[in-house]
């Protein structure tokens, strides 16, 4: 029977069945020995520093992104953001993922780089609260660093690293994640009478076409990886 039949749409399946298996990967991968092993990668992000470093270990690798991403369609609402958050338009930027922060410098470089030297010192007037590592790097590459960093990479961190802040007025923007409209943390800075802007500057689709993915998971049933 064909695998769409039973589990519905395939790329969904193929993301839930990766969440699953995941665990499999319990102990630290520095001492295994991976010869013979056949590993599916359905990572976008470090796609090939991942599979280099299985490949190091002996293991067949067989590359298979299910997701990508993409410059926001909305370019000039993204150049837009840019422009206000140089004029001095916002006191607090959160900043969800590194990404985004890149998007947006990507965006001002290609539409308006004589921008860029404007917005970065745009970022070094107001306070930025970063959500884990990889924003606080992206900043830390632009010679900045961030004012609060959450104790928790998730949004529940962001929340709880602002909890005792006075928020009421002061106008916060936010690097959403995706098309994510982050309903949690939009929900907690207007309880807290922030004024909130958002700005998504990239986009996720899709990497692999569906015969790719459906051809993975039938190899996956037949317990060929």
């Known amino acids: 029977m064909a695998l769409e ?12 069945l990766w969440v699953q298996r995941r665990w499999y990967c319990r102990a630290p991968m520095g001492d295994w020995n991976l010869k013979g092993k056949r590993i599916a990668v359905p990572e976008m ?7 280099a470093l299985l ?35 916002f006191d607090d ?15 001002i470089d290609k539409y308006e780089p004589a921008l860029r030297p404007r917005f970065i010192e745009g970022l070094a007037k107001l306070r930025t609260i970063t959500r884990g590592p990889k924003p606080a790097r992206a900043l830390r590459a632009l010679g900045l660093k961030p004012n609060i960093e959450a104790t928790q990479p998730t949004t529940d961190g962001v929340i709880a690293s602002l909890a005792n802040e ?8 936010v ?20 004024e909130v802007s958002t700005v998504a500057p990239y986009v996720y689709g899709n990497a692999a076409d569906d015969a790719t993915v459906h051809a993975l998971l039938e190899r996956m049933a037949a317990g060929e990886v």
């Open 5 to 16: 039949a039973v589990h519905g749409n395939t790329r969904d399946y193929a993301c839930s």
């Open 45 to 51: 992000r470090e796609l090939e520093v991942l599979s």
């Open 55 to 89: 490949e190091r270990r002996g293991a067949e690798v067989l590359r298979c992104p299910l997701v990508t991403i993409y410059d926001s369609p909305h370019s000039a609402q993204v150049l837009a953001f840019a422009v206000k958050l140089a004029d001095g338009g």
């Open 93 to 107: 930027f959160i900043i969800i993922t590194g990404e985004g922060l890149t998007r947006i410098l990507g965006c």
């Open 166 to 173: 006075d928020l009421a007025r002061r106008r916060v923007a």
């Open 175 to 194: 690097q959403l994640y995706g098309n994510d409209p982050n309903l949690t943390l939009m929900r907690f800075l207007r309880e807290r009478n922030a």
